[in-house]
């Protein structure tokens, strides 16, 4: 990929005070010129941009279960836990309430200040809203953020999630329009962002964040950043993961992608959505050090800790723990947002 430099007129200059505020008017033509910045301007003005919004050095941890695993009817071609793809995982009923609650206690024990409950559903069934509310209840009453991620959902479960206390809901644009309609077939973009709008809507912070690396382009990447950057609001959380190639799904050989093209990635996010917590999220068991350090330098604030993610591997706690200290990175206090 070529990077350019390109005239300064068309990026807007280096931010002076006031220029870095809330837009979500981005052009597709603005973002693809911040794309083909220079690295170093890139990294230089995102972290400049994050500064204005977040304390420095400082990265939130969360941690993640997977509270419903396998089995889904969904096609993503990414995804370990599709019913369509051979990845041999066993798929597992919900679990129970108590058992979600003891990990919450390992995760919270471990340092992490949110805890991500993942389902492998389209939708949740109504059938399983007590015990799900109840699961976000037991963990808010630890003291950690609760954020759930189970696909499409009914007004009334986004209400129901909303009453029980849910901080935030994750629900990933994953990609552009154009690249998504090649990678899920079982349902379509406007499906993802009509779910976005009733979770922003009631209330609840939107997390919403995607995947690079499944042999979409840059075009695509560019479109995701402008879908999630001209949403009526920005998402409070906006997770950027690595494709993490998983054997016996569509996407296991695809090519890997240019590691700065992540990075850049992660700057755009940020210098686009600058007062979201951009979340350096999949794939970092396959990133060095230096790229990690990178993507912090890109603006990303938040990882997930902890040696699983859903069904796939992850960095362990003493690992993260030991670059954060060679970095002078802390992990963040809890900070409840109230969504409005
Ligand atoms: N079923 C729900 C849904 O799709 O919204 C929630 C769980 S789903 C596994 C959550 C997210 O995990 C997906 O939107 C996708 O961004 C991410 N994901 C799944 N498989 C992945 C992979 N192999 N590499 C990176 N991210 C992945
Ligand atoms: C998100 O954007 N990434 C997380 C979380 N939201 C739910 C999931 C990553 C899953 C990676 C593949 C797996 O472990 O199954
Ligand atoms: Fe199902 Fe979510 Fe995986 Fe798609 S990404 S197959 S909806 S669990």
Same mark, same amino acid.
């Given at each position: 990929?070529?990077?350019?430099?390109?005239?300064?007129?068309?990026?807007? $200059?280096? $931010?002076?005070?006031?220029?870095?505020? /809330?837009?979500?008017?981005?052009?597709?033509?603005? @973002?693809?010129?911040?794309?083909?910045?220079?690295? #170093?301007?890139?990294?230089?003005?995102?972290?400049?941009?994050?500064?204005?919004?977040?304390?420095?050095?400082? +990265?939130?941890?969360?941690?993640?279960?997977? @509270?419903?695993?396998?089995?889904?009817?969904?096609?993503?071609?990414?995804?370990?836990?599709?019913?369509?793809?051979?990845?041999?995982?066993?798929?597992?009923?919900? #679990?129970?309430?108590?058992?979600?609650?003891?990990?919450?206690?390992?995760?919270?024990?471990?340092?992490?200040?949110?805890?991500?409950?993942?389902?492998?559903?389209?939708?949740?069934?109504?059938?399983?809203?007590?015990?799900?509310?109840?699961?976000?209840?037991?963990?808010?009453?630890?003291?950690?953020?609760?954020?759930?991620? /189970?696909?499409?959902?009914?007004?009334?479960?986004?209400?129901? /999630?909303?009453?029980?206390?849910?901080?935030?809901?994750?629900?990933?644009?994953?990609?552009?329009?154009?690249?998504?309609?090649? @990678?899920?077939?079982?349902?379509?973009?406007?499906?993802?962002?009509?779910?976005?709008? /009733?979770?922003?809507?009631?209330?609840?912070n939107v997390c919403s964040g995607g995947i690079v690396g499944m042999g979409e382009d840059a075009s695509d990447r560019i479109g995701m950043i402008h879908t999630l950057s001209t949403l009526p609001d920005h998402p409070g959380s906006v997770p950027i993961n690595m494709l993490v190639?998983?054997?016996?799904? $569509?996407?296991?050989?695809?090519?890997?992608?240019?590691?700065?093209?992540?990075?850049?990635?992660?700057?755009?996010?940020?210098?686009?959505?600058?007062?979201?917590?951009?979340?350096?999220?999949?794939?970092?068991?396959?990133?060095?050090?230096? #790229?990690?350090?990178?993507?912090?330098?890109?603006?990303?604030?938040?990882?997930?800790?902890?040696?699983?993610?859903?069904?796939?591997?992850?960095?362990?706690?003493?690992?993260?723990?030991?670059?954060?200290?060679?970095?002078?990175?802390?992990?963040?206090?809890?900070?409840?947002?109230?969504? +409005?």
């Amino acid at each position: 990929m070529k990077h350019e430099t390109i005239a300064a007129d068309q990026v807007a $200059p280096h $931010p002076t005070v006031g220029e870095n505020s /809330l837009r979500n008017d981005w052009t597709r033509d603005e @973002i693809s010129a911040l794309f083909d910045l220079p690295l #170093m301007d890139l990294l230089l003005r995102a972290q400049t941009v994050h500064r204005e919004y977040f304390p420095p050095n400082e +990265v939130q941890v969360s941690s993640l279960l997977s @509270i419903k695993t396998g089995g889904c009817p969904e096609d993503c071609a990414y995804c370990p836990q599709s019913s369509h793809n051979n990845t041999g995982l066993p798929a597992a009923k919900l #679990m129970e309430v108590q058992a979600v609650l003891d990990e919450a206690q390992k995760a919270k024990d471990g340092g992490a200040t949110r805890f991500c409950m993942g389902g492998a559903w389209r939708s949740p069934k109504d059938r399983d809203m007590d015990v799900i509310t109840a699961m976000i209840e037991g963990v808010r009453e630890m003291g950690m953020e609760t954020c759930m991620t /189970l696909g499409m959902l009914s007004p009334s479960q986004t209400i129901r /999630l909303k009453e029980a206390g849910l901080d935030y809901y994750n629900h990933n644009v994953d990609s552009s329009k154009e690249y998504y309609e090649k @990678i899920i077939t079982t349902r379509t973009y406007q499906d993802r962002l009509n779910t976005l709008a /009733l979770v922003r809507e009631s209330g609840i912070n939107v997390c919403s964040g995607g995947i690079v690396g499944m042999g979409e382009d840059a075009s695509d990447r560019i479109g995701m950043i402008h879908t999630l950057s001209t949403l009526p609001d920005h998402p409070g959380s906006v997770p950027i993961n690595m494709l993490v190639h998983v054997e016996g799904t $569509p996407l296991s050989n695809t090519e890997e992608l240019d590691k700065f093209e992540f990075v850049r990635t992660i700057a755009v996010s940020k210098i686009t959505m600058p007062a979201s917590v951009v979340r350096l999220s999949a794939g970092r068991l396959e990133m060095s050090e230096e #790229m990690q350090a990178m993507c912090f330098m890109a603006g990303a604030s938040s990882i997930f800790a902890g040696t699983k993610l859903l069904t796939t591997e992850n960095p362990d706690h003493e690992t993260d723990m030991n670059l954060f200290a060679r970095l002078g990175i802390k992990p963040a206090p809890i900070c409840r947002k109230e969504a +409005v």
